[in-house]
Nanobody, 125 residues
Framework: QVQLVESGGGLVQAGGSLRLSCAAS????????MGWFRQAPGKEREFVAA????????LYAESVEGRFTISRDNAESLVFLQMNSLKPEDTAVYYC??????????????????WGQGTQVTVSS
């Protein structure tokens, strides 16, 4: 089992940056691929980014490609989402999630095994 806790959310002006962190505990973190999702009020949860167990491959939603970067530090059991050039439409609760096996990249929320509680990101115009 993997427990996930997100942090780093907050209020930022459009054009600014934030770095989200996801701390994992429990065994098998290094066996999982990791993803970030977000959910805005009244909308479905949507895929943002994912990376494989060793960070060798990444995948991004078209809406964040070139602005967001996902990374991980397996020694510290951490996953990051660096968000630059933020837009008001990026406002949402951001969740990290884990998927097994770790060599696959998936974009569907129901294929992820474990989820964090989420962290709020608000981008003002």
């Amino acid at each position: 089992q993997v427990q996930l806790v997100e942090s780093g959310g907050g209020l930022v002006q459009a054009g600014g940056s934030l770095r989200l962190s996801c701390a994992a505990s429990g065994r098998s973190f290094n066996d999982h691929s990791m993803g970030w999702f977000r959910q805005a009020p009244g909308k479905e949860r949507e895929f943002v980014a994912a990376l494989t167990w060793n960070g060798g491959r990444t995948l991004y939603a078209e809406s964040v490609e070139g602005r967001f970067t996902i990374s991980r530090d397996n020694a510290e059991s951490l996953v990051f989402l660096q968000m630059n050039s933020l837009k008001p439409e990026d406002t949402a609760v951001y969740y990290c999630a884990s998927h097994f096996p770790g060599h696959t990249l998936v974009t569907k929320a129901d294929e992820y095994n474990y989820w964090g509680q989420g962290t709020q990101v608000t981008v003002s115009s």
